[in-house]
């Protein structure tokens, strides 16, 4: 069975750091590239980061590019969204998500997600 | 602003059909397989039709999809008052190299 289990979610003053981990099971973890999805309160889903099976070619969404960074650790099954310089507009709720390929796909498989909170 | 536009909400009767659009451009849907999901609050977002028309195992046939040039639509057939949800359809923009939502249908069952 797929799990996709979030850690480190929590309140954080603006400029702060934090580090989001997911932890992966039930699948060839180098198989496939994951991917972070957050919503906002009152939003939609926004699709933050990805990266490919191999931890090569990670992508970013224009609000996050230069300030969030997307590693996966292969020998711990584990995903990570480093996130720095953080805005009140970063506030959300942030999902890991399985892609159903290498490199891309569509997301078969979601975590519950973890809250961020970016507030003084 | 989404990259993907889709109508704010949707409504109709228990038993009814309804259609969800979603419009994109060339360098998403117009080349790029489009997926949508289901997302109840709380919980995690379900994956409801990829590559444009196809159903995951378990997801019932009263869902379908269709794409055509840029736009895509989500079909649901014999509304159940558990469809009430938000929909959302996704895919890769190539220009952009990230991937793109929807800003999200939704769907009330009267």
């Known amino acids: 069975e797929v799990q996709l289990l979030e850690s480190g979610g929590g309140l954080v003053q603006p400029g702060g750091s934090l580090r989001l981990s997911c932890a992966a099971s039930?699948?060839?973890?180098?198989?496939?590239?994951l991917t972070w999805v957050r919503q906002a309160p009152g939003k939609g889903l926004e699709w933050v980061s990805g990266?490919?099976?191999?931890?090569?070619?990670?992508y970013y969404a224009d609000s996050v590019k230069g300030r969030f960074t997307i590693s996966r650790d292969k020998p711990k099954n584990m995903v990570y969204l480093q996130m720095n310089g953080l805005r009140a507009e970063d506030s959300a709720v942030y999902y890991c998500?399985?892609?159903?390929?290498?490199?891309?796909?569509?997301?078969?498989?979601w975590g519950q997600g973890i809250l961020v909170t970016v507030s003084s | 602003q989404s990259v993907l536009t889709q109508p704010p909400s949707v409504s109709a009767a228990p038993g009814q059909n309804v259609t969800i659009s979603c419009s994109g451009s060339?360098?998403?849907?117009?080349?790029?397989?489009v997926s949508w999901y289901l997302h109840l609050p709380g919980t995690a977002p379900k994956l409801l039709i990829y590559?444009?028309?196809k159903r995951p195992s378990g997801i019932p046939d009263r869902f379908s999809g269709s794409q055509s040039g840029t736009s895509a639509t989500l079909g649901i057939t014999g509304l159940q008052t558990g469809d009430e949800a938000d929909y959302y359809c996704?895919?890769?923009?190539?220009?952009?190299?990230?991937?793109?939502f929807g800003g999200g249908t939704k769907l009330t069952v009267l």
């Open positions: 996704g895919t890769w923009d190539s220009s952009l190299s990230a991937g793109v």
């Open positions: 998500a399985k892609a159903s390929g290498y490199s891309y796909g569509f997301f078969d498989y």
């Open positions: 060339s360098s998403n849907i117009g080349i790029n397989y």
């Open positions: 990266i490919s099976g191999s931890g090569g070619s990670p």
């Open positions: 039930g699948f060839t973890f180098g198989s496939y590239a």
């Open positions: 590559d444009n028309n």
